[in-house]
C-alpha cells in the first residue's frame, strides 16, 4: 500500500505540472484520460487534481466532468475497437500472463448475461476498465448496446470523481490515492446493485 501511495503522489506530482488554469487544460484533461487505457496516467488523479485547481477558480468543475467524460468515452471505445478487429495474436499479446488472461477470460463469460453490469461496474475497479472493454469487443458486443452502457458508466464514475472532490477537497488534497481506495467500493456497490436489479426484472418477467 505504501509504494501505491508513492506511486499516486509522484502521477499526482507530474499531472499538477500539465494541469492549469488555463482554457487549454480541457482537451489536455480528455487526452490524458485516453492514455489511461495504457495504464501510465491514471483518469481517476487527473479528475482529482483538476477538481481540486477548480475548487481555487482557475477552472469550471462542469468543464472538468464534460472533458474527463469525453476523454473516457474515446478510450474505451478504442479498447472495445482493438479488440473487435485486433485478433487472436494481440489477445495473446496483451494479456500474456496467466493472471490477466483469467481476467479476461472472467470478463467474457461474465459479459454475457451482465453486459450492462459488467461495463459499469468494471470501471471503478483498478484494471477493471481495460479488461471489460477489451472483452466486449472481442465478444462483438453490438456496439450501440455497448455505447449506451458505457455513457452511464464514464457519467458516473467522472460524477463521482468531481463530486466526491468537490466535497471533500481538504481531505482528498495530497491524499488522491483516497479516492482510488473509494473507487473500488462504489464499484463493487454499483455491481451489487444492478445485480439485484437485473435478477427483480427476470423474475418480474417470468411472473408475468
Given at each position: 500500500?505504501?509504494?501505491r501511495r508513492g506511486y499516486v503522489h509522484t502521477v499526482f506530482d507530474f499531472i499538477t505540472q500539465w494541469i492549469s488554469g488555463s482554457p487549454v487544460t480541457?482537451?489536455?484533461i480528455?487526452?490524458?484520460a485516453v492514455l489511461d487505457i495504457i495504464g501510465i496516467v491514471p483518469a481517476e488523479t487527473v479528475v482529482?487534481?483538476?477538481t481540486l485547481i477548480a475548487l481555487?477558480?482557475?477552472l469550471w468543475v462542469v468543464g472538468v466532468a464534460a472533458a474527463a467524460v469525453v476523454g473516457a468515452l474515446v478510450g474505451d471505445n478504442i479498447l472495445y475497437l482493438i479488440?473487435?478487429?485486433g485478433g487472436g495474436r494481440l489477445v495473446n499479446y496483451l494479456f500474456r500472463s496467466d493472471r490477466s488472461r483469467q481476467r479476461l477470460d472472467w470478463a467474457r463469460r461474465r459479459m454475457h448475461r451482465h453486459r450492462n453490469v459488467i461495463i459499469i461496474g468494471g470501471r471503478f475497479l483498478p484494471g477493471g476498465r481495460t479488461v471489460v472493454m477489451f472483452a466486449a469487443g472481442t465478444l462483438r458486443v453490438p456496439w450501440r448496446r455497448f455505447i449506451l452502457a458505457d455513457v452511464v458508466a464514464v457519467v458516473l464514475w467522472a460524477g463521482y470523481h468531481v463530486g466526491a472532490t468537490v466535497a471533500f477537497g481538504e481531505?482528498?488534497?495530497?491524499?488522491?490515492?483516497?479516492t482510488l481506495l473509494l473507487s473500488v467500493a462504489v464499484g463493487i456497490t454499483l455491481g451489487a446493485a444492478a445485480e439485484v436489479i437485473r435478477r427483480f426484472s427476470e423474475r418480474q418477467n417470468q411472473q408475468a
Open positions: 500500500m505504501a509504494a480541457y482537451p489536455v480528455s487526452a490524458l482529482i487534481t483538476a481555487h477558480g482557475d479488440g473487435q478487429y481531505a482528498f488534497s495530497g491524499k488522491p490515492w483516497l
